[in-house]
């Protein structure tokens, strides 16, 4: 008997175990593209739920014709910005994408904009869809 319930409370301990999705991100702004510029910039926290890294090869949006994943550096005291071929997302942990790092810049957005829908992929893999209500532009 005693055997019977230790069965029990360890499968009802598997079951009550929280699982959480691959890929979550939270702390997402989108900004609002400034007027007469075609640009916009998002920032995210994205964490990863796996014993793998994650590799994040492309961002799409509805409401931009373009999304990258960009970082922004400053070398001898000169910025600079590069386009990252891919944003590693660590196992166990996450990665912040915001103002002068790590961002994604969104470009040639379309009219009147309020919400934007961002999709995360590895490949042709879908990792995460999000929307967020736009930001104010950044001062």
């Given at each position: 008997m005693k055997q019977y319930i230790v069965i029990c409370l360890l499968l009802l301990s598997a079951c009550s175990k929280e699982i959480l999705p691959p890929l979550v991100a939270s702390d997402l702004e989108v900004t609002r593209p400034v007027p007469g510029m075609q640009m916009s910039a998002g920032y995210v926290t994205l964490r990863n739920n796996t014993d793998e890294i994650i590799s994040v090869s492309h961002v799409v949006s509805g409401e931009f014709a373009r999304v990258e994943i960009h970082e922004s550096t400053v070398e001898d005291g000169v910025a600079r910005m590069r386009r990252l071929p891919e944003l590693l997302v660590p196992a166990n942990d996450g990665v912040s994408l915001k103002p002068g790092g790590k961002h994604l810049m969104l470009m040639r957005p379309a009219d009147n904009l309020d919400v934007v829908s961002l999709s995360f992929f590895s490949g042709d893999?879908?990792?995460?869809?999000?929307?967020?209500q736009l930001a104010s532009e950044r001062q």
């Open positions: 893999t879908l990792l995460l869809s999000v929307e967020v």
